[in-house]
């Protein structure tokens, strides 16, 4: 897998080698976008797209595509929160993590889904049944994990809330549904996981958009706007907070 810079853009696209025929993507494959991505500090604030295993174009201008390979930080005991970890990316990043050795704190609102993913993977993942929504809820994992594993290396915001529904049929509650799930979330997240890391010099926030966020569609306005403030978001707080934060966009 290679990690393709275009020289003049902001946009970094994730290729998979050799193409795939366009599909929709697996769990597993946009998991180790996320897992590729963390802590890699030449990655902050861009936003990342994954190509081969996605409808996705090549990159926003398609031009100057320069090809670098992609290198694993030492993930060795550091500490990880992931939010939707029971779903399906969520479950398959805290595998990767895991597997790489890192320790994880898992948070969803799916105490089954939880247990099941913990109870396969030993004492390296833990979880938290909480709402993400919740800035106090958030703000205990983010003390939880620092306590649990000494260190908050990475916090990767991935819960998100899809639907599609026409614009013009579009109630206000399914609009801010979706705000609510996609956007204040990875604020809420991003948040409290500098308020660690900052104070301890350094740390990885991986902010889960779509490509949704770049494209247009009649009927997903509100998950796509949702998804485009998530890259933005990103972008800012990248500017303010250094090398915390980038974006990946499968
Ligand atoms: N699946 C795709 O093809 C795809 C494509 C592009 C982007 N994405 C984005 O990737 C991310 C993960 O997608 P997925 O398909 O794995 O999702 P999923 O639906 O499989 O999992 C989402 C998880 O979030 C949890 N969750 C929802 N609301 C919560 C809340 N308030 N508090 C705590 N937990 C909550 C759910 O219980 C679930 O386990 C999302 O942000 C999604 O928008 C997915």
Redesign the pocket.
């Not at 366009?22 to 590729?36: M, N």
């Not at 969803?108 to 106090?136: F, Q």
């Not at 998100?160 to 801010?176: C, H, K, M, P």
């Given at each position: 897998m290679t990690l393709s810079l275009p020289e003049k853009s902001r946009e970094v696209v994730f290729a998979m080698k050799p193409p795939f025929p366009p599909r929709?993507?697996h769990?597993s494959e946009?998991a180790e976008l996320v897992v590729a991505i963390v802590l890699n500090p030449m990655l902050n604030g861009t936003t990342l797209r994954l190509d081969g295993a996605l409808r996705a174009p090549r990159s926003i201008d398609g031009t100057n595509m320069n090809e670098q390979s992609t290198t694993y930080a030492d993930l060795a005991d550091k500490g990880f929160v992931v939010?939707?970890?029971?779903?399906?990316?969520?479950s398959a990043a805290v595998r990767q993590l895991v597997g790489q050795g890192a320790k994880v704190l898992c948070?969803?609102?799916?105490a089954v889904?939880l247990d099941k993913l913990t109870d396969a993977l030993g004492a390296n993942a833990r979880s938290m049944v909480?709402?993400?929504?919740d800035p106090a809820q958030i703000a205990e994992a983010a003390q939880t994990a620092l306590a649990a594993f000494g260190n908050l290396g990475g916090w990767i915001n991935?819960?998100?809330?899809?639907s599609e529904v026409r614009t013009l049929d579009l109630a206000l509650d399914e609009w801010r549904k979706a705000i609510t799930?996609?956007l204040d979330?990875a604020f809420i997240g991003s948040q409290a996981a500098a308020r660690v890391m900052i104070p301890n010099g350094c740390g990885c926030i991986v902010n889960?958009?779509?490509?949704?966020g770049v494209r247009t569609s009649p009927r997903n306005a509100h998950?796509s706007a949702a998804?485009a403030g998530v890259a933005h978001l990103t972008r800012c707080l990248a500017a303010g907070w250094g090398r915390t934060a980038p974006a990946s966009?499968?």
């Amino acid at each position: 897998m290679t990690l393709s810079l275009p020289e003049k853009s902001r946009e970094v696209v994730f290729a998979m080698k050799p193409p795939f025929p366009p599909r929709p993507g697996h769990p597993s494959e946009y998991a180790e976008l996320v897992v590729a991505i963390v802590l890699n500090p030449m990655l902050n604030g861009t936003t990342l797209r994954l190509d081969g295993a996605l409808r996705a174009p090549r990159s926003i201008d398609g031009t100057n595509m320069n090809e670098q390979s992609t290198t694993y930080a030492d993930l060795a005991d550091k500490g990880f929160v992931v939010t939707g970890a029971a779903g399906g990316i969520g479950s398959a990043a805290v595998r990767q993590l895991v597997g790489q050795g890192a320790k994880v704190l898992c948070l969803d609102r799916d105490a089954v889904g939880l247990d099941k993913l913990t109870d396969a993977l030993g004492a390296n993942a833990r979880s938290m049944v909480i709402d993400v929504t919740d800035p106090a809820q958030i703000a205990e994992a983010a003390q939880t994990a620092l306590a649990a594993f000494g260190n908050l290396g990475g916090w990767i915001n991935n819960v998100g809330y899809f639907s599609e529904v026409r614009t013009l049929d579009l109630a206000l509650d399914e609009w801010r549904k979706a705000i609510t799930l996609n956007l204040d979330s990875a604020f809420i997240g991003s948040q409290a996981a500098a308020r660690v890391m900052i104070p301890n010099g350094c740390g990885c926030i991986v902010n889960v958009s779509s490509n949704a966020g770049v494209r247009t569609s009649p009927r997903n306005a509100h998950y796509s706007a949702a998804k485009a403030g998530v890259a933005h978001l990103t972008r800012c707080l990248a500017a303010g907070w250094g090398r915390t934060a980038p974006a990946s966009t499968p």
